[in-house]
Structure formats: structure tokens, C-alpha cells
């Protein structure tokens, strides 16, 4: 089965980047140098053909289809060299995601030049790393760290804890090995509040200083 080629470059004529190998069948290698590049092979092992990955998609070896660079190791394989940008808009290149400036949780997509403006729920921020929605402790970007936005950071202390917020009596932070000790925001449920004491959402006739947080509310 073929992949999803996108942009097709031309027949090879001049020296070989890649390797082939006869095996009885046509078949797709990467391009040993530049990530958004591949080949064909014919069935006796000569290069046949060379193909070009849509702007902003590089290609992925093992299911031999082109797709955004997040999930896909080009540093790791050597395969360092990209064709030049077609920059379009707010698109840095025809297929992507870039973070908005001045904002952590609202990011540029970008697919074939045509972009939208996305905005990430609860809480979350743009991570540049993976191309997704995660918690500010998760994607600890610079500039959107979970202390940043939150202006509260973990205890030097070992173990797992949940810490109230100044601000809010229903919202409380988490921290522990699964944050690497970076503030993680959590809330109880409507008609309750943390309750630092147990460590879990409470009634607020519980909480001192919470009693009244939804009559006040």
C-alpha cells in the first residue's frame, strides 16, 4: 500500500541520497538527510522516484506517511534538513501549530496555509514540544511554568501533597512525582472546598475562614 505522498518532487536522475535493495516489490525509504523527503524503490533495487512531504509535515519510516515533526524523531535519525518554508499568514509554514505570542494557552493551526486560532481548556497551555493541550506542570514552557501562572510553588519536601489556594476556596494544587514537583491546579466539586486538614473537598462548615464561600459567592 502506498503512503500518503504529498508533493511530488520528480524522478531521481542524480546521485542517490538513500539506499535500496532488491526485494521483488516497490517501496518507500527515508531520505537519509532531510526529514520531509523520501524515496522509491523499484522492484530490483534502483532508486525510481523522490518525493517531497506538504510544507510542515516530515515523513515517519514505519508508517511510511507524512505527518507534523512532534511525534516524529527527525533530530534522533540525523535527518536534520527541511525544504524552505512557504510561509503563509500566521502560518510558518503550510501545516503546523505555533503558540500565539504573549499567550500560553492559545496557539496557531495551520493546515495546507489554512490557519485557525485554537484556545486550550481548563487551565491547560499550548505545549511546543508535542503539539497539544497539557497541564502548564506537564509542558513547563518558558515563560507559562506552572509557578508562573499560578505564583505558587511545590515545598522542597518528598511525597505527594495538595496544597489550598490564597485565592479560591475550592481550588487546591498537587504536588508529587507525577508533576515532577511543579504545582498541579485541581478544584472540588460545587457546594464544597478543599480542606487542607484532610486533604480533600470538604463541606465549607468544615474549612475556618470557608464557611461562607457560597453564600458569599
Known amino acids: 500500500m502506498l503512503p500518503l505522498i504529498l508533493g511530488l518532487v520528480s524522478v531521481v536522475a542524480g546521485?542517490?541520497?538513500s539506499v535500496c535493495r532488491p526485494t521483488g516489490d516497490r517501496y518507500f525509504i527515508a531520505?537519509?538527510?532531510?526529514c520531509d523527503r523520501f524515496h522509491m524503490c523499484d522492484e530490483d533495487g534502483n532508486l525510481a522516484a523522490e518525493f517531497l512531504?506538504?510544507?510542515?509535515?516530515?515523513?515517519?519510516?514505519?508508517?511510511?506517511?507524512?505527518?507534523?515533526?512532534?511525534?516524529?524523531?527527525?533530530?534522533?535519525?540525523?535527518?536534520?534538513?527541511?525544504?524552505?518554508p512557504q510561509a503563509q499568514g500566521n502560518c510558518q509554514r503550510l501545516n503546523g501549530k505555533w503558540?500565539?505570542?504573549?499567550?500560553?494557552?492559545?496557539?496557531?493551526?495551520?493546515?495546507s496555509g489554512v490557519e485557525r486560532k485554537v484556545t486550550c481548556q481548563n487551565h491547560l497551555v499550548f505545549d511546543d514540544a508535542t503539539g497539544d493541550c497539557e497541564h502548564p506542570d506537564t509542558a513547563n514552557r518558558?515563560?507559562?511554568?506552572a509557578e508562573e501562572l499560578y505564583g505558587f510553588e511545590c515545598p522542597n519536601t518528598v511525597g505527594q501533597a495538595r496544597y489550598a489556594a490564597e485565592t479560591d476556596c475550592r481550588a487546591f494544587f498537587?504536588?508529587?512525582?507525577?508533576?515532577?514537583?511543579?504545582?498541579r491546579l485541581g478544584g472540588c466539586p460545587v457546594n464544597s472546598v478543599f480542606n487542607p486538614?484532610?486533604?480533600?473537598?470538604?463541606?465549607?462548615?468544615?474549612?475556618?475562614?470557608?464557611?461562607?464561600?457560597?453564600?458569599?459567592?
Open 197 to 217: 486538614a484532610s486533604q480533600a473537598c470538604d463541606d465549607p462548615e468544615n474549612v475556618p475562614g470557608c464557611e461562607n464561600y457560597y453564600s458569599t459567592a
Open 142 to 145: 518558558v515563560g507559562c511554568t
Open 99 to 111: 503558540a500565539v505570542a504573549g499567550t500560553c494557552d492559545e496557539y496557531i493551526d495551520c493546515t
Open 53 to 84: 512531504c506538504q510544507d510542515g509535515l516530515v515523513y515517519e519510516p514505519v508508517s511510511k506517511q507524512c505527518g507534523l515533526p512532534f511525534k516524529i524523531d527527525c533530530l534522533g535519525s540525523g535527518r536534520t534538513l527541511l525544504q524552505e
Open 15 to 17: 546521485e542517490p541520497v
Open 174 to 183: 498537587t504536588c508529587g512525582i507525577f508533576t515532577n514537583y511543579h504545582p
Open 31 to 34: 531520505d537519509g538527510a532531510q
